[in-house]
């Protein structure tokens, strides 16, 4: 039988990867999203070729060597670059992660998709665990972690989606302002709530 889908979302530096990095450690199945873009935008493998072939993103190419940093400032800034990488992009990433599924042996499984609203392509999930913090963590957490400047962290927070609508379509929504404590302690109690302990 396959695998009930459990997805992992939020904004970005919400917490998504240490709430999912806390399930690992129960001994969880987790897929995610970034992760498999990643190994997709190798050279020669689905997504870099796609990019490449398109040609609107010649900056970020430089004769064979590919720069992410490059292809982020790009879509950051222009939102009809980030629309047209996206069409690029998603349905590979969609498809990649239902194969990985497709081969496992587990009752859940977590699938971590920061986009998982805001993408055209749609993924069909049994639940949608939204993680939330405060915006001035989730600032101050994204320039530490990324080393990037205040402006720069609120133009990648502020191309993403209305958290209201979010919270509004999600099963659970976990608040990740405070500790990681914390978070471990919200998480045990929706999964007893939701009978995975
Ligand atoms: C722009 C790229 C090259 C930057 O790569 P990098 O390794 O530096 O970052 P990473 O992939 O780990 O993404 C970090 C975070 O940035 C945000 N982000 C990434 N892509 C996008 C996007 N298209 N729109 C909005 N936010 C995005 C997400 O919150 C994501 O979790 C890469 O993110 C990319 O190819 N994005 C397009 C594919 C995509 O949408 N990925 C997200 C999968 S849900
Ligand atoms: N409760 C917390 N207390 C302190 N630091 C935290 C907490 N939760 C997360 N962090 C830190 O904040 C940063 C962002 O967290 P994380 O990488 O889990 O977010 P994310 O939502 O997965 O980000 P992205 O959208 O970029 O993939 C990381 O450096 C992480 O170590």
């Known amino acids: 039988m396959s695998p009930s889908k459990i ?7 919400s917490g998504k990867s240490t709430l999912c990095k806390l399930l690992e450690e129960m001994g969880y199945k987790v897929i995610s999203a970034d992760e498999v873009n990643r190994a997709l935008l190798e050279p020669g493998s689905k997504n870099f070729e796609a990019i490449k072939n398109s040609g609107e993103f010649d900056e970020a190419f430089n004769n064979e060597s590919f720069d992410k940093k490059a292809l982020a400032q790009i879509i950051f800034s222009d939102s009809q670059k980030l629309k047209k990488l996206n069409q690029l992009t998603h349905r590979n990433i969609l498809d990649e992660i239902e194969n990985q599924i497709a081969k496992l042996d587990e009752s859940v499984v977590f699938i971590e998709i920061p986009l998982f609203f805001q993408m055209e392509e749609k993924f069909v999930a049994n639940e949608v665990w939204l993680v939330v913090a405060n915006y001035e963590t989730q600032l101050q957490r994204l320039m530490t972690r990324d080393n990037i ?41 929706v999964l007893k709530q939701k009978d995975l302990l």
Do not use: H, P, W
Request: glycine share 2%.
């Open 7 to 13: 997805v992992i979302t939020g904004t970005i530096a």
């Open 149 to 189: 400047d205040r402006a720069y962290a609120k133009s990648k927070i502020e191309s993403q989606d209305q958290l209201l609508t979010m919270k509004e379509n999600s099963n659970v929504v976990f608040d990740n302002s405070t500790s990681i404590e914390n978070l471990r302690k919200e998480l045990e109690i």
